[in-house]
């Protein structure tokens, strides 16, 4: 058995340049706050316990952080990262492993960190690294004759050979707990910026004769902090790039791989058509030749085989059948559910609304809170009046049920397999199949009327 590991993840700090009253960590990238990317990276290493150091706002952090797998510590003055750290050690075991992350670093994969963890033992520990064309502003790597990493210089403490550099410390890394409970209280703040760091440990190992090891990322963006709005702008564009890549790989054709947007996960199948500003949120499935067009917003839905969905539509909660046709301007809300070659047009809106199959919701409508069986036709303009200021009914229309435009259907109400109801109709009684009914004022035609002029 492998010793646990525990993810030590800092995020006392100000974040004073997002000039926001929101934390820092809790500005997202992909629809997800900076932090709880961080804290889903430390669940997918397995880590048998997350710590979460906050400070600055900390009640904030917190309770936009409900996870019951959070252990959250306290640092109530920001002394340090070196400070930090030990702040969280007294919750952790003896013989764990731990790794440092940071909140504001969001994007680390996990893969890299597994590289990393895999150092730790009583004799080494593991240190990410990376090597930049300017370097200004991180902790320099010093390495001695041999190539061995003998210590961290911060930029404010760092001499003049030492600034020349270019091998930096990301501020991740992964040590035994025994050998950080022995070396933390051993750190002091006599430096440049007063600070307990952690990056003197490293000097420490060294003393002590514990080999740092060192791994870099495989992409620079993947230890990149965010300080600012660019900064985090920059990180979700790659982020998005990644993700388009990855859509691309599996089948899909993104008209314009830059102009999609993924805040969640999307699962597509071979052949799917993404066109451009399409923003897709929470879990989204898109079957094999699935068309979505250009400026859609689709949410938690999943969507058949061949279903097209022309442009502008908004889907929320949804779930359509094969060969489907949707839009432009629909809109789909939570519980709307449409078999098989269903059609629903511009300016439709439906919630909690089952559609049965080949059915058409073409114009202007809104269907809340209704049952439609297969082959019905809805009118333009048609409404299901499903709420009378307190409660939701229900609308039932049969098989091959045909709606005149503009019809009301007050709700609860049942229209019976091939019934027809008259354009313009305010339906307020059950119709038995194959009626006809027609709920509407009578027509008078007034011979020769006097039509009113403007005097002039
Ligand atoms: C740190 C490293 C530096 C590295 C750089 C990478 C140290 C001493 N230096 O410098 O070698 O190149 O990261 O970005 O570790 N934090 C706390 N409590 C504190 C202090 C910091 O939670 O008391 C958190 C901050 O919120 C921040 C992170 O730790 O997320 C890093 O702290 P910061 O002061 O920005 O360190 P750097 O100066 O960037
Ligand atoms: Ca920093």
């Not at 020349?164 to 707990?177: D, F, K, Y």
């Not at 006809?436 to 027509?443: E, F, I, P, S, T």
Request: glycine share 10%.
């Amino acid at each position: 058995m492998t010793d646990p590991l525990h993810v030590i993840i800092l995020a006392a700090g100000q974040g004073s340049r997002m000039k926001s009253n929101l934390p820092k960590v809790l500005h997202a990238v992909a629809g997800k706050p900076m932090l709880h990317h961080v804290m889903d990276t430390a669940r997918a290493l397995g880590a048998a316990g997350i710590h979460g150091v906050i400070g600055h706002e900390a009640e904030q952090v917190r309770s936009a952080t409900p996870n019951q797998d959070i252990q959250w510590v306290l640092q109530a003055e920001q002394l340090g990262t070196g400070h930090a750290v030990e702040q969280a050690l007294p919750n952790v075991p003896d013989n764990a492993r731990v790794l440092v992350l940071y909140g504001d670093v969001p994007l680390t994969r996990s893969e890299t960190l597994e590289h990393l963890v895999s150092f730790v033992s009583e004799d080494s520990l593991g240190l990410l690294t990376m090597t930049l064309d300017d370097p200004s502003g991180y902790g320099r790597i010093i390495r001695d004759h041999d190539g061995a990493v003998q210590s961290i210089v911060e930029q404010k403490d760092a001499g003049q050979a030492q600034l020349a550099v270019r091998e930096v410390n990301t501020g991740i890394l992964a040590v035994s707990a025994r050998h950080l409970k022995d070396w933390l209280p051993q750190l002091s703040n006599r430096n440049a910026q007063g600070e307990y760091y952690l990056t003197d440990i490293i000097a420490m190992a060294t003393d002590r004769k514990v080999r740092v090891e060192v791994a870099q990322p495989g992409n620079v963006y993947e230890v990149q902090g965010v300080n600012n709005r660019q900064q985090l702008a920059e990180l979700e564009r790659w982020f998005q790039g990644q993700i388009a890549e990855r859509l691309m790989a599996q089948g899909a054709t993104l008209l314009d791989p830059a102009r999609v947007d993924v805040r969640g996960e999307l699962v597509v199948g071979q052949d799917v058509i993404i066109d451009v500003n399409t923003i897709f949120e929470g879990e989204v499935h898109l079957a094999e030749g699935v068309s979505i067009g250009s400026g859609c917003v689709i949410r938690n839905t999943r969507i058949a085989e061949g279903t097209i969905i022309h442009p502008h539509s908004v889907l929320d909660g949804a779930d359509i059948g094969p060969g489907a046709e949707i839009g432009p301007f629909a809109r789909l809300r939570p519980g709307a559910t449409l078999a098989a070659r269903t059609k629903v047009g511009n300016f439709v809106e439906m919630k909690k609304a089952v559609i049965g199959e080949g059915s058409k919701v073409n114009h202007l409508s809104y269907i809340g809170d209704a049952i439609l069986g297969r082959g019905v036709n809805v009118g333009a303009g048609t409404i299901t009046c499903n709420y009378d200021g307190v409660n939701k009914f229900q609308t039932v229309l049969g098989d091959k049920v045909f709606v005149g435009s503009n019809t009301s259907l007050v709700a609860p109400v049942t229209v019976g397999e091939l019934a027809t109801i008259g354009a313009g109709s305010t339906i307020t009684r059950d119709v038995t199949a194959g009626e006809l009914a027609v709920a509407r004022g009578k027509q008078r035609n007034v011979p020769d009327w006097p039509r009113p002029e403007k005097k002039s």
